[in-house]
């Protein structure tokens, strides 16, 4: 029998959510305020007809796969295609058929870390095997930074190695990989057969001119991979609604995975995200409130980095502050954090060997509920 552990995330938020006296500022759902009003009276129109009360294709939306195509295309300067794009169930969904379609068992996943959890499950899930390379790096000064070293990941490449994958920007870090980076990477991948997957679902919380998406990639590419989502830029986290930029090669793959998985993808959802596509304006507010949430949780959090009780680095996109702590595993901290203080964060280790003395914090709450939540963490501390 297969058993795939829940990952830290599911199990802390699952005692968060099971009183009212927790605040949950674990996973990493865009709480603010809920999906935007018009998208919500839009799909009360939509329920009034007949259009998503039935099986549709395993591909996706004929009509929301030419919406993708376009609008990708127009926004970033590609030449996508309704063959370039399947719609998934989430981001997460889209990763499992990648993994599912492209690798054997025994094949390699290298993953740089720390990073999602679900990269390393999955791989259990494909009969694969996960190949972490750390990303920490410390300094002399006794701080420390997460750097992507391109010459980590080629020593670690063997006969076995069928994916790379990566988040941009970073979960849980904040990091932001610059173009440069993934340039040495994609070429390193078509050199060796080797896919490079991208998960962009906090592409619109980038805070930095630095981020550069990775989309365009895609059409240059036999072996470049991007995957996105709804669920933050939207927050549609609960209507499972993302999407894939593949090169065309492996589309059919993907879609009969996805048929033999799933059948269909909520039409609803697809519709519903067709519909913010047409409303950029819904995203932008979304990322002043969470950008502004960033710097009010930065400055919540000084009185502990003053007393040198934790250190973080200023977050250059995402949704999440990884503090370190001063514990080589910090399991046990987060765990009094959230019988002591009723506060939810995520212990490190969840994210890869180097993210152990770290704890993950996210702020995109409702600001009231952020700064009590952040509040009652400091006083735990002090």
């Not at 991979?225 to 499972?240: E, L, Q």
């Amino acid at each position: 029998m297969l058993e795939i552990p829940l990952s830290g995330i599911k199990k802390i938020e699952e005692i968060a959510k099971s009183s009212d006296e927790y605040i949950s500022l674990s996973q990493g759902s865009v709480k603010l305020g809920g999906i935007p009003q018009q998208i919500k009276d839009y799909v009360q129109q939509l329920m009034l007809t007949d259009k998503t009360d039935y099986y549709e294709s395993c591909w996706g939306l004929k009509i929301f796969r030419e919406k993708l195509a376009t609008t990708l295309s127009h926004q970033y300067n590609a030449s996508f295609t309704i063959n370039n794009i399947i719609p998934t169930h989430g981001c997460i969904g889209g990763l499992a058929l990648l993994y599912l379609a492209l690798l054997e068992p025994g094949d390699e996943v290298i993953i740089p870390e720390p990073t999602y959890p679900a990269y390393s499950i999955l791989a259990q899930a494909s009969r694969s095997t996960p190949v972490y390379t750390s990303m920490l790096t410390q300094t002399l000064n006794g701080s420390y930074d997460f750097v992507l070293d391109v010459e980590k990941i080629k020593a670690a490449t063997t006969k076995k190695t069928k994916i790379i994958i990566l988040t941009n920007p970073g979960n849980p870090s904040g990091m932001v990989i610059p173009m440069s980076t993934i340039l040495e990477l994609k070429t390193w991948c078509e050199q060796h057969g080797i896919f490079l997957i991208i998960d962009e679902a906090y592409r619109d919380y980038a805070f930095t001119p630095e981020f550069k998406t990775a989309l365009p990639l895609v059409t240059q590419s036999e072996w470049v991979i991007c995957a996105s989502t709804f669920s933050k830029n939207m927050a549609m986290s609960g209507w499972r609604i993302g999407y894939l930029a593949v090169p065309t090669h492996i589309t059919k793959a993907l879609a009969g995975m996805q048929d033999a998985l799933l059948n269909c993808l909520n039409n609803t959802a697809q519709y519903a995200a067709m519909f913010a596509l047409d409303h950029p304006e819904l995203t932008a507010r979304l990322h002043t409130l969470v950008k502004n949430n960033r710097d009010l949780t930065q400055e919540l959090l000084q009185p502990l980095v003053a007393q040198n009780l934790i250190q973080f680095e200023t977050p250059q996109g995402g949704l999440f502050i990884f503090f370190k702590t001063p514990h080589a595993d910090a399991t046990d901290l987060c765990m009094s954090i959230l019988n002591q203080a009723k506060v939810s964060l995520v212990p490190g280790q969840s994210f890869g060997p180097s993210g152990a003395p770290f704890l993950r914090l996210c702020y995109a709450r409702d600001t009231e509920i952020l700064r009590e939540g952040v509040t009652r963490l400091v006083k735990f501390f002090i």
